[in-house]
């Protein structure tokens, strides 16, 4: 009898104001792509992708980087070490399916978009750092979430738009320096971030994938962690965690591996 193709489910929302890009780094995660023309969200969209978690992953991970965001893609680093035969394992590995929950960020939304944070286990907190104002707004969603959201979710700070302030090459061969653009420094962040219990602060690209699948990983084994700790009853729905029990439909999908290029596209949350 084959094994299902994830061990853990786990809700994620991605909240946020509008134009921050959640809904761009949602289809990245997802898709592996980039649009540079999307609709307003209404409501929520949903998306999902099935990610390895725990060891042996997170040993290749932990050996391959010396900081937790440096790669633009983790799990290119993972195959790397894989393929070099420099990690040799007999230890199952473990999959969570992330169910993500993209989140409207607009004002007239809100009040619907607080009834999505029920349920949910980890989330994105995503604000532009080209915009000072949407990290300002960053304290009053995260006071939302956790007003309703059980109290041990995880949270991660995300600073999208890295691409916006990074140096480019120019129509004459020059390299044009895009820093003025930014109005909230990483120090300042990070800075929020441990203030206010936060596991972490990243600094993402939807355009580029800078990052994008570092941020969500850390969220899934942070989570993956808990699970282990008995943090979540699996057989309740409130917990944002169940995983595959005695008459349970395992949805078929496409694994996270370390050679996929793409995920799946996006679909319903289940």
Known sequence: MSSPPWNYIAKL???GDSGCGKS???????????????DVTIGVEFGSRIVPVGPPHSKIATNSHSSSFEPKDTLSAISNAQTDGKTTTSEEQKHMKLSLWDTAGQ??????????????????????????????HATDWLNDLRAIAEPDIVVILVGNKLD???S????????????????????????????NGVLQY?????????NVEA????????????INAGKYDLND?????????????????????????KGPSITGCC
């Open 13 to 15: 929302v991605c909240i």
């Open 24 to 38: 761009s780094l949602t289809i990245r995660l997802c898709e592996g792509r980039f649009s540079p023309q999307h």
């Open 107 to 136: 004002e007239i939304y809100k009040s619907v978009t607080r009834s999505y944070f029920r349920g949910a286990s980890g989330a994105l907190l995503v604000f532009d750092i080209t915009r000072r104002a949407t990290f300002v």
């Open 164 to 166: 916006c302030v990074q």
């Open 168 to 195: 480019e090459a120019t129509s004459d061969g020059s390299v044009g320096n895009n820093s003025d653009k930014r109005e909230v420094t990483f120090a300042e962040a990070q800075e929020w971030a441990q203030k």
């Open 202 to 210: 990243v600094e993402t690209s939807a355009k580029s994938g800078e």
């Open 215 to 226: 941020a969500f990983m850390r969220v899934a084994e942070r989570i993956f962690e808990n």
């Open 237 to 261: 729905r409130r917990s944002g965690v169940k995983g595959p029990g005695p008459g349970t439909a395992v949805t078929r999908g496409i694994k996270l591996s370390a050679n996929d290029g």
